[in-house]
């Protein structure tokens, strides 16, 4: 896999949805372009032709295309440089399905004194894990994830206070047992954490995490129903 073509991809396709074939081969070469995009191929990437011959690339391929690049090696702070807080939580999700979780973006809600979100939710029996996506990274940066891991304490808090009204959007409706866990991903490349005893965990930890995750829960705050 040719690193730059995938770098350059993501650069491209930041702000508007394509890929400029045209430029990607003034960088290398034509036999190397089509090369990459046989490999991606391979990789499971359909994209759509536009009527200029170029491509078309969704948010979500976008976001696997960041976890490609992952794996192919390619230095972390240059791709987080090309992506957007969207698919920040769009490269959480994907993660997540990957170990099974039930995923979901987005819940807003509000009580009489604020209004609420939750950026990241990953459910699976009997555990409903709370993401706050932290889209910042660098030194200096713990400070401010630890007030981060106390909002987020509160407003799982308020999901719990407000559970009758929330239970179709969160889905745990009929479960005999829920564990809610307040967490924050960040994308800070540096080792997992925890603060007030919520896990605080670098993306490019977060599969080691799932995946040892009965290691931790005896570590994490955890609100049982």
């Known amino acids: 896999m040719d690193k730059d073509l995938l770098l350059l991809t993501l650069k491209q396709s930041r702000d508007t949805p394509f890929i400029l074939v045209d430029e990607l081969i003034e960088a290398k070469n034509e036999s190397k372009v089509e090369a990459f995009f046989n490999e991606l191929n391979a990789e499971g990437f ?7 011959k170029n491509y078309q ?3 979500e391929q976008r976001a696997k295309l960041a976890i490609l690049g992952f794996l192919q090696g390619i230095d972390f702070d240059k791709i987080i440089n090309e992506l957007i807080w969207q698919e920040f939580e769009l490269l959480t999700t994907i993660v997540g399905d990957e170990f099974g979780y039930l995923a979901q973006t987005g819940l807003n809600f509000s009580t009489d004194e604020r209004k609420y979100q939750i950026d990241v939710i990953l459910k699976s029996k009997p555990y409903v894990l709370f993401i706050d996506c932290k889209h910042y990274g660098g030194t200096g940066k713990k400070t401010v994830l630890k007030k981060a891991a106390e909002e987020q ?3 799982v808090e308020a999901v719990k206070e407000n559970l009758d009204s929330l ?3 969160i889905s745990v409706k009929g479960w ?3 564990i809610f866990i307040p967490m ?8 997992i954490f925890f603060h007030d005893y919520v896990p605080i965990v670098p993306f490019t930890k977060l599969s ?4 040892n995750f009965y290691l931790y829960i ?7 129903l």
């Open 218 to 224: 005896e570590d994490m705050y955890k609100i049982e």
């Open 153 to 155: 304490i509160t407003r």
């Open 46 to 52: 359909r994209f759509q032709v536009t009527i200029d």
């Open 176 to 178: 005999r047992k829920t």
């Open 57 to 59: 690339i969704t948010r």
């Open 167 to 169: 239970q179709d959007k």
């Open 184 to 191: 924050i991903v960040t994308w800070l490349d540096d080792e």
């Open 208 to 211: 080691s995490f799932l995946r």
